[in-house]
């Protein structure tokens, strides 16, 4: 492979203030509409076209291809991409030991600015994104801005994050000494992020490794590569060096395993599975010949997340959260509500309540901003209407239930309620990732509280209650990483709301907290004894 060419001009760029989370869009007001409706326009008369591997920044082709498809038209092809293997493996792990070499030691500010620069680029064209998000994953338009959203937020806020950490001091100054406390980057990592939010997870933890110092290679799901083909053609127009982020769509069996595995890989960042995660970090413990190091894992493995529904509660409140924390992009979030837990005393009005709403609810092609659009593909699809099944023989049906069928063909499942769920049952146990909602009738908020912690998972959970013993209570035993009370349990900000959960949930890294670019480093504290006169 040629050499990179690390001349690359990053054009300085510094932060604006302080950190504040990208607006969301009003697509009620005509303009707005009118530019996402130009975006999808554009985005569609692009569609079909292929895209190569990235590596050390030079543009490569293979014999596989993998096909990205339109879940709500699936004879729609929205990009097609190459297929990496175990060679290109390890060709990637060579760019990026080479980038690193140079990446590592540029200044703080010159990364920072890459970052800003990219959010700059993203800002100007988010309803374009957006419009690719519409395509490739089948979100909503509301879903879509806030997945661009929270992009730029990532970028903006790790930019600041970096240069904040980059002044940290030791706790104090041993006298006669002079004390410094370094975060240095860590090597190579691989990023491997979901297809559900495809954008804003894929930068977070690529902006997160770069602006430390790493460099990285990104292996994108095979149902979202486009997006992160699209974000890796912004980062080199902010002026990114070739080698820095290796953009390299493959199998999880083949080139992911070769990643994971290889002995110069220092850090695995994945979003993901539950079964994936684990076997990630299985594969990430054993150390292999040519590995002087522990290898570092970043994992956030979904959940089972639950809203806490009291006697005393806001209803009115209540039902629109658990709505939209069960059914927003269709149930395909690790934060969504999959239980709910009502309280007996409201639990008949509740389910009542429950069934009109849902029954507002409209299903159909993204592009035309329904409610609900498709579920990822026919394997997701499949999969769900199983979980119904178990369903009905494990509780009462009180809406949805079944597939819907239309002309393109697309993945869509009606959203789907269950009552009369046990907290032991399988639909209050198991992740179903899809718009499938349990209700759990529990006697009292001692027993609802026993039943949201009765799973593996520990991910996001919310509270409706009007009783602040109840909520500060709850505070203290509701065993989750990101816990709200009287809103829906879906929506975390960057900054607001560090995401992560507990037990197999992950292993609470926080994205979007003060602690997160620390999983990227490694702290190296250095003293120098002074001589006598600076001791004086």
């Known amino acids: 492979m040629a050499t990179q060419d690390f001349t690359t001009s990053i054009q300085p760029c510094s932060p604006q203030g302080s950190f504040q989370n990208e607006p969301f869009t009003d697509f009620k007001v005509p303009e707005n509409a009118r530019a996402m409706q130009a975006a999808l326009d554009l985005a569609a008369s692009q569609l079909g076209r292929e895209y190569d591997l990235v590596i050390g920044g030079h ?25 990496a ?53 089948g979100k909503n338009w509301a879903e879509a801005d806030a997945d661009v959203g929270e992009t730029i937020d990532f970028l903006e806020f790790y930019a600041r994050e970096a240069l904040r950490l980059a002044t940290i001091q030791p706790p104090i100054q041993f006298p006669g000494e002079r004390g410094e406390l ?15 939010f495809p954008f804003a997870i894929m930068a977070g933890m690529t902006a997160a490794s770069i602006v430390t110092g790493n460099t990285v290679v990104l292996k994108p799901s095979s149902d979202a590569p486009t997006i992160a083909a699209k974000f890796v053609e912004v980062l080199e127009e902010a002026g990114m060096p070739g080698g820095v982020v290796n953009f390299c769509p493959g199998s999880g069996s083949t080139f992911g395993n070769a990643l994971v595995e290889h002995p110069q890989t220092r850090f695995i960042a994945f979003t993901g599975s539950k079964k994936v995660g684990l076997e990630i970090h299985e594969r990430a413990a054993k150390a292999l010949p040519g590995q002087i190091w522990i290898k570092r894992t970043i994992l956030e493995m979904g959940g089972k997340n639950a809203i806490l529904v009291c006697a005393d509660a806001n209803l009115d409140a209540a039902i629109e959260g658990v709505v939209a924390s069960a059914f927003g992009f269709s149930g395909q979030k690790c934060s969504a509500c999959s239980r709910a837990i009502v309280e007996a005393p409201v639990y008949g009005l509740f389910v009542e309540r429950l069934r009109e709403r849902v029954a507002q609810l409209t299903v159909g092609d993204p592009a035309a901003n329904p409610n609900l659009g498709p579920v990822i593909n026919q394997g997701a699809l499949d999969s769900m209407l199983r979980f119904i099944e178990t369903g009905k023989k494990e509780g009462r049906l009180l809406a949805g239930g079944h597939a819907l069928q239309t ?3 697309g993945y869509f499942l009606e ?52 009783d602040r013993a109840k909520l500060d209570h709850a505070c203290r035993e509701f065993h989750v990483g990101n ?11 960057v900054g607001a709301h560090p995401f992560g959960g507990f037990n197999l949930s992950g292993t609470d890294s926080k994205a979007g907290g003060p602690d997160y670019l620390l999983l990227f480093t490694q702290a190296k504290s250095v003293a120098e004894a002074l001589r006598a006169a600076e001791a004086r």
């Not at 014999?63 to 991409?81: D, T």
């Not at 970052?115 to 395509?135: D, G, M, S, V, Y």
């Not at 370094?182 to 559900?196: D, E, K, M």
Request: aromatic share 10%.
């Open 483 to 493: 816990l709200y009370f009287n809103r829906k349990c879906t929506g975390a900000m």
């Open 85 to 137: 293997g175990a060679e290109e493996a390890e060709t990637a792990m060579k760019a990026a030991l080479l980038a690193f070499e140079s990446w590592s030691r540029r200044p703080v500010e010159e990364r920072v600015s890459l970052l800003l620069n990219a959010a700059r680029i993203i800002r100007n064209r988010k309803f374009e994104f957006c419009a690719w998000l519409t395509f490739e994953v």
């Open 415 to 466: 959203p789907t309620v269950f009552g009369e769920i046990a907290p032991e049952a399988v639909l209050a146990q198991e992740e179903i990732f899809g718009p499938v909602l349990a209700l759990i009738k529990v006697s009292s908020f001692e027993e609802g509280l026993k039943a949201a912690n009765n799973t593996e998972y520990g991910l996001t959970g919310s509270v409706y209650s009007t």
């Open 59 to 83: 543009r490569l082709k293979t014999e596989g291809k993998i096909r990205s498809l339109n879940p709500a038209r699936p004879a729609q092809l929205v990009g097609l991409h190459q297929q």
């Open 407 to 409: 002309a393109a063909g």
């Open 182 to 196: 370094l975060y240095i980057p860590l090597g190579v990592g691989a990023v491997i992020p979901p297809w559900n």
